[in-house]
């Protein structure tokens, strides 16, 4: 909401901002609402990004996602190939409502001098995280899946060809 976003905003009057806001989820999750979370995190940036803007603070980072980069790439990426084509189909709203954070960012500093800036972090699990085989990301839902096999005595079936490089980093 806009307007609970910038009530916020001047509640708290912020001069720095960590932006971490966003509808997450799972391969299964985004495959089924890939239009929402498009819609959900378009809306969710700019409400962050325009009220930081509108109140004045100095600096927000943003959080984006390994998701964003292109589905067909070369290694070792970086962040100056976030828009050299086109994320996996499989994401494809998630990933480019994050992309779009890398434009607002640009706009912002371009046009009003704001220091808004985004990092990439790897891809993060830990015991707080969603565990849902369904909804969750990809990791928890590997432990649950293992869990339940060994609970059962029942065969492990993992998704995929093995081929897709991932990073996973452990949190608390």
């Not at 590997?142 to 949190?171: C, D, E, M, N």
Request: glycine fraction near 8%; aromatic fraction near 10%.
């Amino acid at each position: 909401s806009s307007s609970e976003t910038k009530a916020l905003f001047e509640r708290h009057k912020p001069t720095h901002v960590i932006h971490l806001a966003a509808m997450v989820g799972g391969l299964f999750k985004n495959l089924r609402s890939n239009l929402d979370f498009w819609r959900t995190n378009i809306h969710i940036n700019d409400n962050v990004l325009h009220s930081a803007h509108e109140s004045g603070v100095q600096k927000v980072v943003s959080c984006l996602s390994t998701c964003i980069f292109p589905d067909k790439t070369t290694y070792p990426i970086d962040e100056t190939m976030i828009h050299n084509g086109p994320p996996h189909s499989s994401n494809f709203g998630y990933s480019y409502a994050k992309r779009m954070i890398d434009v607002q960012n640009r706009g912002y500093s371009e046009q009003h001098g704001r220091r808004f800036t985004a990092v990439i972090p790897t891809n993060v699990f830990g015991p707080h995280d969603n565990f849902n085989i369904e909804d969750g990301h990809v990791l928890p839902g590997l432990i649950h899946k293992v869990y339940l096999a060994k609970q059962s005595g029942s065969a492990l079936t993992v998704w995929g060809t093995g081929k897709p490089r991932r990073q996973f980093i452990y949190s608390l």
